[in-house]
């Protein structure tokens, strides 16, 4: 659906191609099950031996074998979304920047700028304050954020030096991707991204958006993760820390492209703060998307990577279903 999206507006795609590569035996009966559960979900996929990858991506290596995704595509996010925006307006919508919502009920909602509205069915799609507005409603009460800070590098290669994504197997216990290389739409290379986590939801650098009262809400959930039997949370706080130095993170991607150098990733992308959802009862960090809601209102609780590349099938799915009840 994006794709055809991106084709109606005129926007740029990069027709990348994705590899998953493995580094040790270890990791294949997890590169076996991306590519069932790909199979399965109708995803065109074809595994790859050692030398058919060095055809398709020279410059990543693997173990035996490795997972080759041809139909994945990379565009760049600002423009997608103005494109998206100048539809909505197109379509006789409106959109309010800057117009901070304070309140919201069934039927109402109430922003600093706009007042009192009414309301037939809101839609909260709040992401990082997805569970505030949604336990207004008396909804997901047990559910919090977890915010997670997300650093990504940008390369000096000359566009086009890679031109595959190079994914890692990904940890099942955790619901994150691992350090990989991406190829942006203009054939640059950016290194990420971490998944650190933060106290404030909103922490894009410094103190910025720092909130003392989330700080204090978001610690005491702590307890409850570090104890959680879902994960491997000392493992994973071992591996994330220390990625806020750059020279770290970017040699954490020689597993999967042994050119990397620290060197030649020097320019610090724009920071993301993913709103990763926990369930309090069981300190288990959900791992896919979390969608509730009643009569008058539609709460998108959690939206799982690849929420923005799904971001209209899930609007299509949040429809349908409120057009089902």
Not at 306 to 323: E, K, M, R, S, Y
Request: aromatic share 8%; glycine share 8%; charged share 20%.
């Amino acid at each position: 659906m994006l794709r055809d999206f991106c084709a109606e507006r005129s926007v740029p795609v990069r027709e990348t191609g994705k590899v998953v590569v493995v580094s040790d035996d270890a990791q294949m009966d997890a590169l076996d099950e991306l590519f069932r559960r790909g199979r399965e979900n109708g995803v065109e996929l074809e595994m790859l031996d050692e030398p058919a990858l060095a055809e398709l991506e020279p410059l990543a290596r693997t173990h035996g074998r490795a997972l080759w995704s041809p139909t994945t595509a990379v565009a760049d996010p600002v423009t997608v979304v103005e494109a998206l925006a100048a539809r909505v307006r197109e379509r006789g919508g409106r959109i309010a920047m800057s117009s901070e919502v304070t309140a919201a009920g069934p039927g109402w909602v109430v922003s600093r700028t706009g007042g009192f509205m009414s309301a037939g069915h809101v839609i909260n799609a709040a992401g990082l304050h997805a569970d505030t507005v949604a336990h207004w409603f008396g909804v997901g009460e047990e559910y919090r954020m977890m915010p997670f800070k997300g650093l990504y590098w940008y390369g000096s290669w000359a566009p086009g030096t890679l031109q595959r994504h190079v994914y890692p197997v990904p940890d099942p216990r955790n619901p994150f991707l691992g350090v990989h290389l991406t190829v942006t739409v203009d054939g640059r290379v950016k290194v990420g991204p971490t998944a650190i986590p933060t106290l404030w939801r909103e922490n894009y650098g410094g103190l910025s958006g720092f909130d003392a009262g989330q700080a204090w809400q978001i610690a005491r959930q702590y307890p409850r993760f570090l104890t959680s039997a879902h994960h491997d949370v000392p493992a994973l706080m071992r591996s994330e820390l220390p990625k806020y130095y750059r020279a770290h993170l970017v040699r954490q991607a020689q597993a999967l492209v042994p050119s990397v150098r620290p060197d030649d990733f020097t320019t610090k992308g724009r920071p993301g703060v993913r709103a990763q959802l926990l369930h309090l009862p069981t300190g288990r960090l959900e791992m896919d998307f979390v969608v509730r809601g009643d009569d008058r209102s539609t709460h998108v609780l959690n939206a799982v990577s690849p929420a923005w590349t799904t971001a209209l099938a899930v609007a299509q799915h949040v429809v349908d279903g409120i057009f089902a009840r």
